[in-house]
């Protein structure tokens, strides 16, 4: 069965700092890896996927992620934090044996210090 | 484009009473549509699958008979909870997709249940 795990429930990093959340995935084949970002109260925000190509894929808001196969991974990053990038990231992965449901990470809580 | 709207965003409503969802595809059409619930500070669970003209399908553990769902055309699915009690409050998110991109889902906003 697929499963994701986002092993870092919370990070808090300092505005202007870097900042890397990871996600990691049990598939058996292919998957199609996503990652959005939710504030309070809100629905789903798209910030990149990756479907083939380019393991490194760009996103919004400065966002970007790397797939990496051999670690069975798809880190997101973002060079320098803004206050607005606090909120909940979630990890998502999608695989065509299943029909594409999504199976979702548990979350990673993003606190951003002045 | 790929816009999916939700109403209401927000519902309180009695115990014992039923309240219904709307999940709509705005700008394209669905052939699939998916029902989520999240609890506060957790992640989303899938609960059902609706397909245009057909029966839902849900996964393991979900109540069919609580949970109605119904997508009865291309750009509309409802999801109404049943006989509601306190323990259905949670945020419910529904998403779609369409026949060409199956591989990718787009997201409502979320509509907040209150069973009081």
């Known amino acids: 069965a697929q499963s994701v795990t986002q092993p870092d429930i919370h990070i808090t990093v300092s505005e202007g700092a870097s900042l890397e959340l990871r996600c990691n995935y049990s598939y058996g084949a292919t998957p199609y890896l996503f990652w959005y970002v939710q504030s309070p109260g809100q629905g789903l925000q798209l910030l990149l996927k990756?479907?083939?190509?380019?393991?490194l894929v760009q996103g919004i808001k400065g966002f970007e992620a790397e797939f990496k196969r051999s670690q069975s991974s798809f880190n997101l990053r973002k060079p320098s934090v803004h206050w607005s990038d606090a909120a909940e990231y979630f990890c998502?992965?999608?695989?065509?044996?299943?029909?594409?449901?999504?199976?979702f990470g548990a979350g990673t809580t993003v606190t951003v210090r002045a | 484009g790929a816009v999916v709207s939700q109403h209401p965003s927000w519902v309180i409503c009695k115990s014992g009473t039923s309240v219904k969802i709307e999940c709509r595809s705005l700008d394209f059409q669905a052939t699939t549509m998916f029902w989520y619930r999240q609890f506060p500070k957790q992640s989303l669970m899938l609960m059902a699958t609706?397909?245009?003209?057909?029966?839902?399908?849900?996964e393991q553990g979900v109540e069919k008979d609580k949970f109605l769902i119904n997508h009865a055309s291309l750009t509309l699915s409802t999801l109404t909870v049943t006989s509601a009690h306190p323990e259905d409050s949670s945020f419910y998110i529904c998403?779609?997709?369409?026949?060409?991109?199956?591989?990718?889902?787009?997201f409502g906003p979320g509509t907040r249940l209150t069973v009081t």
């Open positions: 990756y479907f083939s190509g380019d393991t």
């Open positions: 998403s779609a997709r369409r026949r060409d991109k199956s591989y990718e889902q787009y």
């Open positions: 609706s397909n245009e003209g057909s029966k839902a399908t849900y």
């Open positions: 998502a992965v999608g695989e065509r044996s299943n029909d594409y449901k999504l199976s």
